[in-house]
């Protein structure tokens, strides 16, 4: 069975920086999709960002220019570095690993 950790999280200022990194138990990490999803309280989760074994990417509208998705294949981690963060990136941040390989998640916290 594939363990999927997050790390990163943490609580931070409006406009600071944070980097998640995802990281699995398995290697498939370095050539499957590999999203970043969050659930803010009370709303469903959604997709903050992925990236394709590839090296495509993509982004949620609300965090384009913001938010960068990146894969180290050397420490076998998908991270998502987190710049100019605002009080509506709260939420509990959460990695996929294709198909449905989910992490524990790591909450992020920006206080206004």
């Known amino acids: 069975q594939v363990k999927v950790i997050e790390s990163g999280g943490g609580l931070v200022q409006a406009g600071e920086s944070l980097r998640l990194s995802c990281a699995a138990s398995?290697?498939?990490?370095?050539?499957?999709?590999v999203g970043w999803h969050r659930q803010a309280p009370g709303k469903q989760r959604e997709l903050v960002a992925y990236i394709t074994g590839a090296g495509f990417t993509n982004y949620a509208d609300a965090v384009k220019g913001r938010f960068t998705i990146s894969r180290d294949t050397v420490e076998h981690t998908v991270n998502l570095q987190m710049n100019s963060l605002k009080p509506e990136d709260t939420g509990v941040y959460y990695c996929l690993l294709s198909p449905d390989h989910w992490g524990q998640g790591t909450q992020v916290t920006v206080s206004s």
């Open positions: 398995s290697s498939i990490l370095d050539a499957n999709v």
